[in-house]
């Protein structure tokens, strides 16, 4: 099913990352972590959908989408960029394996942040965050989402990983073998991944490799 519903607020959030949220259809609900396809209604745009993560709470009166946009070529996130309150985005039913399982170790790269901020707000809110720890990978300082946040919630279980020397305070490591090696403590705890297909594919071969159980790896299959 699909439904049409108006832009409420477009705010930046980083250089290149905009917050957006819409109407919420009455009767909607998705679980932290899932997506749903996303197209703007405009023409000669209804039918390039993408998938986009929810990044509010299921219980919110609107829908929330944290999006990185391309300016460099004419794409979706290119025309988000001019969107504006009141103009439309045409959404479908939610979809997604991405969900909370367990306490373990949330590791994303650049935008594969946007599953993880519904889950981690949610246990936030509930009072379940404790033992769980992020490892966040972006490419500089100024493309860390939502920093501030993630630090208040998390604390120092919140790791910032900066790949470009010279970005501030920030560890300059690769998500790589040895830095799971240092930093994961307890390989039977639960492992939700997501950012570039390199990246996560990657990363499950090393925790195979380690002996973390397939069905403790979480990613979108």
């Not at 832009?7 to 972590?33: M, N």
């Not at 942040?113 to 009072?127: M, V, Y």
């Amino acid at each position: 099913m699909t439904y049409t519903q108006k832009i409420l607020s477009i705010k930046p959030v980083t250089h290149d990352v905009r917050c957006i949220q819409i109407e919420k259809p009455a009767g909607y609900h998705f679980l932290p972590g899932q997506a749903t396809e996303v197209s703007i209604n405009k023409d000669g745009w209804t039918t390039e959908k993408r998938p986009f993560t929810f990044t509010c709470l299921n219980e919110d009166p609107y829908l929330e989408f944290t999006i990185k946009c391309y300016s460099d070529h004419n794409g979706v996130t290119r025309q988000i960029l001019n969107l504006r309150e009141g103009d439309e985005l045409i959404i479908d039913d939610p979809w997604g394996s991405i969900k909370y399982q367990g306490e373990g170790y949330f590791i994303a790269g650049g935008a594969g942040i946007t599953p993880f901020l519904a889950i981690l707000r949610q246990l936030h809110k509930e009072g379940r965050l404790t033992g769980n720890t992020l490892f966040f990978s972006n490419r500089t300082a100024s493309d860390i989402i939502h920093e501030q946040e993630l630090t208040n919630m998390l604390h120092n279980n919140a790791v910032f990983v900066v790949t470009e020397n010279g970005s501030g305070n920030y560890m300059h490591d690769l998500i790589d073998e040895t830095f799971l090696d240092i930093h994961v403590h307890d390989l039977n705890k639960k492992f939700y991944i997501c950012g570039p297909d390199a990246m996560t594919k990657s990363i499950t071969g090393i925790l195979l490799k380690r002996g973390v159980k397939p069905d403790n790896i979480i990613f979108e299959k």
